[in-house]
């Protein structure tokens, strides 16, 4: 999901109405959009982590900014990965009689187990048609295949997104006002 915030007219006018050099407005104005990127990539992530039961370093890694001009406007762009997170990644994983717990998520079935390229995760049996049974060098039955656990997190995410990306436009106004304020009282000194 990618969210943009364009200044189209708005820009245009302050620069009209106030006594900055275009220099200087144009500083505020790159300030700004960073302030709003990042005061929306931190509560985004926030109540994404206490909506989801997950630390918020899982988050972290599923948000890109980038800071562009666009048609002789500048722009940022907030990218969200909404695809599923890995279980294992959730923090640290304890196997149970009934299947793992990860923090305050049980997955149940789900086993623990470290791949012969020493990748490890927490698995779950696929026991659809197609399923096959073998036996093991160590004599171990096994039932393959398997796949990682997943946690889908794009219902409960693009509501938070959206709710915010819809507050991101009054946010910006009010830092580019503190921001303009700085420029013309504190840098333009």
């Known amino acids: 999901m990618i969210l943009e915030i364009h200044l189209g007219s708005e820009i245009a006018e302050l ?17 700004t959009l960073k302030k709003t990127a990042r005061w929306l990539e931190t509560h985004t992530k926030r109540e994404l982590g206490v909506a989801l039961s997950v630390p918020q370093r899982v988050l972290a890694a599923r948000y890109y900014k980038t800071f562009y001009l666009k048609n ?8 969200f990965g909404l695809s599923p997170i ?20 049980h997955f149940i079935g789900a086993f623990i187990a470290t791949m012969k390229s020493g990748h490890t995760g927490i698995f779950k049996r696929k ?14 039955w096994t039932e393959l295949p398997i796949e990682a656990v997943t946690m889908e997190i794009d219902k409960i995410a693009q509501p938070i997104i959206e709710r915010y990306h819809a507050r991101a436009e009054a946010r ?11 420029a013309m009282n504190i840098e333009g000194q």
């Not at 002789?72 to 990218?79: F, H, S, Y």
């Not at 959730?90 to 990860?102: E, M, S």
């Not at 106004?173 to 700085?182: A, D």
């Open 172 to 182: 910006f106004k009010q830092i580019l006002k503190q921001e303009i304020h700085f």
């Open 72 to 79: 002789g406007e500048r722009t940022v762009n907030v990218w």
């Open 127 to 140: 026991y659809a048609a197609g399923g096959k049974r073998t036996k093991r060098q160590d004599g171990q």
């Open 15 to 31: 620069e009209e109405q106030l006594e900055l050099s275009v220099r200087q407005l144009q500083k505020a104005v790159t300030r």
């Open 86 to 105: 890995s279980v294992y990644s959730l923090g640290k994983a304890k196997q149970t009689d009934l299947g793992v717990r990860v923090g305050k998520h």
